[in-house]
């Protein structure tokens, strides 16, 4: 059964940093799209940072510009978000996808996980 697992949350002070990972099994996702979204207290999911499955492009949504670094590993099956310059608003469950297009990958991707919390305090 192909799973995707994201850990790397936690709680942290506005202007911290945080490394999300996202450890894929069951399946080898290297030949795809891989992406992030958040989903606030009241809020809907929104897409937050996708990368092509070779890793040689990079997507962001405006509000991470600049903060946030989308990366994988292939090899380990792996995908990272380091976010930095963290603030309050940034507060959400983060989610792993995968889709094998990319515009799925950044819009409404096939696979999911099951998300893991951060919390930004002022």
């Known amino acids: 059964q192909e799973q995707l697992v994201e850990s790397g949350g936690g709680l942290v002070q506005a202007g911290a940093s945080l490394r999300l990972s996202c450890a894929a099994s069951?399946?080898?996702?290297?030949?795809?799209?891989m992406g992030w979204f958040r989903q606030g207290p009241g809020k809907e999911r929104e897409f937050v940072a996708a990368?092509?499955?070779?890793?040689?492009?990079?997507y962001y949504a405006d509000f991470v510009k600049g903060r946030f670094t989308i990366s994988r590993d292939n090899a380990k099956n792996t995908i990272n978000l380091q976010m930095n310059s963290l603030k309050p608003e940034d507060a959400a469950v983060y989610y792993c996808?995968?889709?094998?297009?990319?515009?799925?990958?950044?819009?409404?991707?096939?696979?999911w996980g099951q998300g893991t919390q951060v919390t930004v305090s002022s």
């Open positions: 069951g399946r080898t996702f290297s030949g795809y799209h």
């Open positions: 990368i092509t499955y070779s890793g040689d492009s990079t």
């Open positions: 996808a995968a889709d094998r297009s990319i515009t799925n990958a950044r819009r409404k991707p096939e696979y």
